[in-house]
Antibody, heavy 116, light 111 residues
Framework: EVKLEESGGGLVQPGMSVKLSCTTSGFTFSDYWMEWVRQAPGKGLEWVAEIRNKANNYATYYGKSVKGRFTISRDDSKSIVYLQMNSIRSEDTGIYYC???????WGQGVMVTVSS | DIVMTQTPLSLSVAIGQSASISCKSSQSLKYSDGKTYLNWVFQSPGQSPKRLIYQVSKLDSGVPDRFSGTGSETDFTLKISRVEAEDLGVYYCCQGSYSPTFGAGTKLELK
């Protein structure tokens, strides 16, 4: 069974940093591209970032609203994907979902609240 | 960025009826490899989203065949025949041919 479990969220002050983790199991992690998608409270879905696999040189891509502030990375030895969020803003508040293979599987999400 | 426009934004149906959602992209989603990366994602209230359809018309594992996707280039449609109570929630189209973007979502409600 494929499992994706996000962690690391919580209350963060504007301008600060937070690192989300997505721990996975049930599939060969190193074979897959992984993504982060977020959802502001009461709003729709927004694609945040993608990291490809070793065969694709671990290429990374970002949405416009987070480019230059967020960094996606992965540890194939631990089957974990990360999202480092820097210079965080109030508009970054929301649920962050980890997904596999372009939205095929989703985690339960982790809430990030940006407030002073 | 490619803009995905969904209509309607809200849809009321009775159980057993059919429902249809339109999604239009601001440019063709046909990628250089000849494939069209248009997906449909469903979110039940309080739950994580779930992908239903990928590459316009391919059903994900476990998705009932009451769901079908059609379309090409810039015009796409999700059809649900014989709506069941578990189908109520929000449906999003999402393109992956370029930097991914989602539609605003269509809320399917009970009439």
């Amino acid at each position: 069974e494929v499992k994706l479990e996000e962690s690391g969220g919580g209350l963060v002050q504007p301008g600060m940093s937070v690192k989300l983790s997505c721990t996975t199991s049930g599939f060969t992690f190193s074979d897959y591209w992984m993504e982060w998608v977020r959802q502001a409270p009461g709003k729709g879905l927004e694609w945040v970032a993608e990291i490809r696999n070793k065969a694709n040189n671990y290429a990374t891509y970002y949405g416009k609203s987070v480019k230059g502030r967020f960094t996606i990375s992965r540890d194939d030895s631990k089957s974990i994907v990360y999202l480092q969020m820097n210079s965080i803003r109030s508009e970054d508040t929301g649920i962050y979902y980890c997904t596999r293979a372009f939205l095929r599987d989703w985690g339960q999400g982790v809430m990030v609240t940006v407030s002073s | 960025d490619i803009v995905m426009t969904q209509t309607p934004l809200s849809l009321s149906v009775a159980i057993g009826q059919s429902a249809s959602i339109s999604c239009k992209s601001s440019q063709s989603l046909k990628y250089s490899d000849g494939k069209t990366y248009l997906n449909w994602v469903f979110q039940s209230p309080g739950q994580s989203p779930k992908r239903l359809i990928y590459q316009v018309s391919k059903l994900d594992s476990g998705v009932p065949d009451r769901f079908s996707g059609t379309g090409s280039e810039t015009d796409f449609t999700l059809k649900i025949s014989r709506v069941e109570a578990e189908d109520l929630g929000v449906y999003y189209c999402c393109q992956g041919s370029y930097s991914p973007t989602f539609g605003a979502g269509t809320k399917l409600e009970l009439k």
